[in-house]
């Protein structure tokens, strides 16, 4: 059984910072592959952030580039999600996914089987 679960997610003001943790457990190896992805009610969920878990190779949407880091404990049980200098656009569900891919980790949702339940961003100006 693989559980995701999603913490760290809150209301705030334009400008600032919030961390997002997802704890992975599963009976398996570690996943290779690790996504923070976003929805807007209405529209598609969006990759914000992924990471292979073996080798560090991240990708960043474009729209959050220099101000989100995703990251892993060295157990590669949770992974983090620190976003700062949050923008009114930055509001949405935010949802951790897993997956076993090769050779890269994709930024397509659908690529990921492995959800956590979400958490939701919502940031004010």
């Known amino acids: 059984q693989v559980t995701l679960v999603e913490s760290g997610g809150g209301s705030v003001q334009a400008g600032e910072s919030l961390t997002l943790s997802c704890l992975v457990s599963t009976y398996t190896r570690p996943f290779n592959c690790m996504g923070w992805f976003r929805q807007i009610l209405g529209k598609e969920r969006e990759a914000v952030a992924v990471?292979?878990?073996?080798?560090?190779?991240?990708y960043y949407a474009d729209s959050v580039k220099g101000r989100f880091t995703i990251s892993q404990d060295n157990a590669k049980t949770t992974v983090y999600l620190q976003m700062s200098n949050l923008a009114p656009e930055d509001t949405a569900m935010y949802y951790c996914?897993?997956?076993?891919?090769?050779?890269?980790?994709?930024?397509?949702?659908?690529?990921?089987?492995?959800w956590g339940q979400g958490t939701q961003v919502t940031v004010s100006s």
């Open positions: 996914a897993a997956a076993f891919m090769y050779p890269r980790c994709a930024e397509m949702s659908d690529a990921y089987n492995y």
């Open positions: 990471i292979s878990t073996g080798g560090g190779a991240t």
